[in-house]
Structure formats: structure tokens, C-alpha cells
């Protein structure tokens, strides 16, 4: 196997993806987004309970790649508890990291798990990915429920 | 050029794929070590000495526009792009070269046939009818006529195998049903469509049918005239020609009652703020400079493949898909979409537990280019019940060795995965 293969599906990646935590419906939510990259065939939804813009619950469901099952799962992870701001906060962090050179350092203090995801900078076709479920979020924090989230352009 | 720089044409006896593939420059790539196994020719053909060197050789010596210039490159200009227009009604069997229509390719082919044939015969009541197993480009124009027109677009079913159904498609033939478009070879699944069948059933009802033959010339030849369609399209860049050129071929007396698609020059005789007049077919749907060098490549390209023995040919092909449908279901968990009995050199499959966009990334680091995703048939990903497919198509330069490398691959995937 390539380094660079190794490097994307690190045993984590692949362990968030076969075992997907925060997974399925969330009775009490009250923030909502979809997602979706039809291209690849990537679904989402994500599903929060925040509560004095804490993040009290998160989950998702849907299915796709082993990067955008993995990120979703490992996202969820990483922004239950927190505040909406260091929820944004980590977004911001996530999108700096995927869309930097590959040679980049990675700020692991900041991004804990999260940058088990660096992988995809040598894979410039799977960025969108590793981002579909950090914009749903977003959107979902922005409460822009009806909007159709893609981090995909129509292309053929 | 056909004919002007026209090499020796005599078909090759037989079958060398050694010798075919050192036509092709781009397949002695190597990148980090490994040769490039190139198979995603249903999305893309790659392209022969013969077409590279004859848009080379005409933006070198011959380039000018056509239809304009008195001078000696302007005519020469205009010769080889009409000599073009009579190889392709040639290639394709229809008897006139007035019957070919310059486009973009296949999709733009399927709009001017939606917007300028079907859309003034068509309002609430009747119904165009499509097949399951269309690339979006045989769907979205015709959502737009039945948008304009209040037309019903209806759907022939496809079985779990994927063929059409023919028994549905009876049924749907009534009296409201107006046009018939289906693919001649399906893109994601591989299937030949019985399209003789289908023409004489809507011919028995005096419907008109056009086919969406994109995935049909690199393969086969094709005779419209013995096929008895009223329109056929073909886009360059999958028959190894350039992109950005196709043809379709229509009916004369079709095409003569079309109103123009779009407007400008060429397409015209006389023009005045009073009356414009237009030029006869084809020039009526050529307006503008068209894509005079690409044109030349795709005549290039069809000297090239006439030149080629295609019965050979078609059995090289299915050798490959018998190889590799064999090969692939060796690999566990992996099952195969589209399993037609008659089906062209296209192996799409699903792997139990990885996304195909897993597979082809892992594929590509072997230098194996595969395409995943619904390759443009979305509704056929959602009635065979799968989010993408990852899938093989082959062409007359792929070999055994490829599909060995193919496999090879996937059982790295199986290994990345630990499944
Ligand atoms: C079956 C089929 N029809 C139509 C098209 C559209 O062809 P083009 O993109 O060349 O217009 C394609 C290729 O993408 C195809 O495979």
C-alpha cells in the first residue's frame, strides 16, 4: 500500500466508518441539515439539540464514502458539548487543514482527532468529502434548514 | 484528413492489440512505475496518432474558416469539413450527407431533436417516452419539453438485470405517445437495447424514434438506415475523437421541417430586418464558425476505425468483459450491476462494505482509472438500489493484462478495507 493510502485510511478513518458513533435519529433535536453530494453518492443529515448555544446532542445518519461516513462520525464526536462558537471555531480549523498543501503543518492541539482527516490533502477529489458533514453542520448552526448543503460543483 | 490526407484504408485483417495500442501515445504512460491502465472509456475515449496529428496538421497548414473565403485555404477548409459530413454519413449508413448535423456531441444532438422536432408536435395529452437506464442528457431535454408543453415524459421500466422491458414498453405505446428516445448502449450498465424492436413497435404506430448512440459507435458500427431510427447521435471524444464535436443524424424530411435551434450566421440564405431566410439542412443548425478542427479530428477518427476488422474487434471486446466479469466475482463480497445477456465490454460493481469513491481512489493510486459515482444515470443507481457504482469499461486497446492489473487493485482495496 502508498503512504498516501495509508495516510487517508488510517485504522481510526476506517474504524469511525465500519463503526459510525452518533449514528441515526435524534428525537429531541431542534436543529436540523442535509447534505449531499450526488456525484458521489454522499447523504447526510445532522441533527442537533443545542441548548443555551451548547451543543447538547449531536447525530447523523446517511450513508456514502468511508471519508464522508468517517468525518461525519469523528465530527460529531469532536462538537458534542461544546459551544456553537468553538463549534465554528473547530469548523474553521477543519477547513484550513483540508484545503492546505500537504506539507502544511497540522494544528493537532486544536483539532485532537480531527486530523487524522489531513490524509485527504493528497487526494484533491475527496476534500469535498471530508467537508460535506462540517458544512451541514454549519448550516444547521445558522439554522439554514431548508438550504441544500453540497461541497460539490455539477461537473461530469 | 479523409481523403485529402487519407492513409491506406484497406481493413486490417484480424486483430493485434499490441499493434493497435502503439496508435494511441497516451497509453505508454507511466506514472511512478506503473504503465496507466485506462479503463474509463464509456466516460472518455483516448485518441490515436491519426486524430492528434490531423488536428495538428490542420491548425498547422490548414486553418481558415469555411463557407466565407474566396481564397485557396477557405475552400480547402470547406472541402475537408463537408468531406468530413459524407465519411460520417457514411460511417453511420445513412444516404445522404445532408442527414448529418454538426454539434457538440450527443447531448446537444438530444436537445435540438427535443426542442426543434418534438416541442412544436407536442402538448398536454401526449407523451414522450424514455427508458430507466438514460443518461441525464436523454432525460433533462425532454423534462424541458414536457415543462414548455405540458407533455407527459414517461418511463419504460428496466428489469433487476437491467434490460429494458419490453412487455412495459408495449403497454406504454398508445395512441398519446409521440417520440420515443432510448440509449442504443447503456453508459453505467453495459446493456445493448434490442433498438430494432423498438423502432418497429413505434414505427407500427407511426412514432418517431431517436436513439442515443454515444456508447454505440466505438463499438460497433452502426447502420441507421438497416436500424430504421429517425434520429441517431454520436459524440467524437467517445469513438476516439476530439471533444467538444459529434454529429446527429436525422431523417431528410425531419430535418427539413425543423424550425432553426439557434440563430447567427452560416445558418442562413438571406437576412434582412424584413424577412430572414434560411438555409436548407444542415447549415439551418449550424450557425456560427463551428468546430472546424474538431471536425476534422472526428473525420480522422472515422477513417481510423474504418480501417479497423471490427468483427475481430467485437470478439477481443467481449473476451475482455467475459474476463473480467470472471476475474471481478472471484473477489468476495464484490457483485456486479448490470447483468444483460447482451451487453457490451462494460463491468459496473459494487463492493459489500467500501463506497465505489473508496474504490477508485485506492484504484487510482495503482494507476488504474476507473470511473465511480452514478455516471450520469441517477435513476438507474435508484431502481437497482445503489448510492454509485464503480465501474470498468473497455475499449479495443485494453488487454487481459489490464484487467489482471484491474483486479490486482481491487484486491488491495479488500486488504485497505480489512474486509
Ligand atoms: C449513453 C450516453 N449518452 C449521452 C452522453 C452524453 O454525451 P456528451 O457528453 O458527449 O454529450 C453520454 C456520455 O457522457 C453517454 O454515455
Known amino acids: ?156 | 484528413m479523409v481523403g485529402v490526407h487519407g492513409l491506406s484504408t484497406a481493413p486490417r485483417a484480424g486483430f493485434d492489440v499490441e499493434r493497435v495500442r502503439m496508435d494511441f501515445p497516451i497509453l505508454e504512460q507511466v506514472h511512478e512505475g506503473r504503465r496507466l491502465v485506462y479503463v474509463d472509456n464509456a466516460a472518455t475515449s483516448q485518441k490515436p496518432h491519426a486524430v492528434i496529428d490531423a488536428v495538428t496538421r490542420y491548425y498547422e497548414n490548414e486553418n481558415a474558416n469555411i463557407h466565407r473565403g474566396v481564397y485557396r485555404l477557405s475552400a480547402q477548409a470547406t472541402l475537408a469539413y463537408e468531406h468530413v459530413r459524407a465519411a460520417v454519413q457514411q460511417f453511420l449508413g445513412a444516404t445522404d450527407p445532408h442527414e448529418i448535423v454538426f454539434l457538440r456531441g450527443t447531448t446537444e444532438a438530444v436537445n435540438l431533436v427535443a426542442q426543434s422536432f418534438v416541442r412544436p408536435r407536442v402538448g398536454r395529452g401526449d407523451d414522450v417516452l424514455i427508458s430507466h437506464m438514460e443518461h441525464h442528457s436523454n432525460i433533462v431535454p425532454w423534462q424541458l419539453v414536457a415543462e414548455q408543453t405540458g407533455a407527459t415524459l414517461r418511463v419504460i421500466p428496466i428489469t433487476d438485470a437491467g434490460e429494458l422491458d419490453m412487455d412495459a414498453f408495449r403497454s406504454l405505446m398508445t395512441h398519446r405517445t409521440k417520440f420515443v428516445s432510448v440509449v442504443h448502449i447503456s453508459n453505467s450498465l453495459g446493456t445493448i437495447n434490442p433498438i430494432e424492436d423498438i423502432v418497429a413497435l413505434a414505427h407500427e404506430r407511426g412514432v418517431p424514434v431517436m436513439l442515443d448512440g454515444a456508447q454505440a459507435a466505438p463499438h460497433m458500427p452502426v447502420d441507421v438506415t438497416a436500424i430504421g431510427c429517425d434520429f441517431y447521435a454520436i459524440s467524437g471524444h467517445k469513438m476516439f475523437g476530439p471533444t467538444g464535436i459529434g454529429a446527429l443524424y436525422g431523417r431528410a424530411n425531419h430535418l427539413a421541417d425543423m424550425p432553426p435551434y439557434h440563430g447567427g450566421g452560416e445558418m442562413i440564405r438571406t437576412v434582412s430586418f424584413a424577412k430572414t431566410t434560411y438555409a436548407p439542412a444542415p447549415a439551418k443548425f449550424e450557425a456560427g464558425t463551428p468546430n472546424i478542427a474538431g471536425t476534422v479530428g472526428l473525420g480522422a477518427a472515422v477513417e481510423y476505425l474504418k480501417g479497423l476488422d471490427w468483427a475481430a474487434i467485437r470478439q477481443h471486446e467481449d473476451d475482455l468483459r467475459d474476463y473480467a466479469t470472471r476475474s471481478l466475482l472471484k473477489v468476495p463480497g464484490l457483485r456486479i450491476i448490470g447483468t444483460a445477456p447482451h451487453k457490451a465490454a462494460v463491468v459496473s460493481f459494487v463492493m459489500e462494505g467500501v463506497h465505489a469513491h473508496d474504490v477508485g481512489t485506492i484504484l487510482d493510486e495503482r494507476e488504474v482509472a476507473i470511473r465511480s459515482g452514478h455516471h450520469c444515470t441517477q435513476p438507474v443507481m435508484d431502481r437497482l438500489g445503489v448510492p454509485a457504482t464503480a465501474r470498468a469499461s473497455f475499449a479495443l486497446y485494453n488487454t487481459r493484462d489490464d484487467v489482471d492489473r484491474l483486479v490486482e487493485a481491487i484486491r488491495e482495496v479488500r486488504e485497505v478495507f480489512g474486509t
Open chain 1, 1 to 156: 500500500m502508498s503512504d498516501n493510502l495509508r495516510e487517508l485510511y488510517q485504522q481510526i478513518i476506517l474504524d469511525h466508518n465500519r463503526s459510525p458513533r452518533n449514528f441515526g435519529k435524534l428525537e429531541a433535536a431542534n436543529r436540523h441539515a442535509q447534505g449531499s453530494n450526488p456525484l458521489c453518492g454522499d447523504m447526510l443529515a445532522v441533527h442537533l439539540r443545542v441548548d443555551d448555544d451548547r451543543i447538547a446532542e449531536i447525530r447523523f445518519e446517511g450513508s456514502g464514502c468511508a471519508i464522508s461516513q468517517a468525518s461525519a462520525s469523528l465530527m460529531t464526536s469532536a462538537v458534542k458539548g461544546k459551544t456553537t462558537a468553538e463549534a465554528n471555531a473547530l469548523f474553521r480549523a477543519f477547513q484550513a487543514m483540508v484545503t492546505s498543501r500537504p506539507s502544511t503543518p497540522i494544528d493537532r492541539d486544536t483539532l485532537g482527532k480531527l486530523a487524522a482527516l489531513g490524509g485527504v490533502r493528497q487526494f484533491p477529489a475527496r476534500v469535498k468529502c471530508a467537508n460535506l458533514s462540517w458544512h451541514t453542520l454549519h448550516a444547521a448552526l445558522e439554522s439554514q434548514e431548508g438550504k441544500k448543503i453540497t461541497t460539490e460543483r455539477e461537473q461530469e
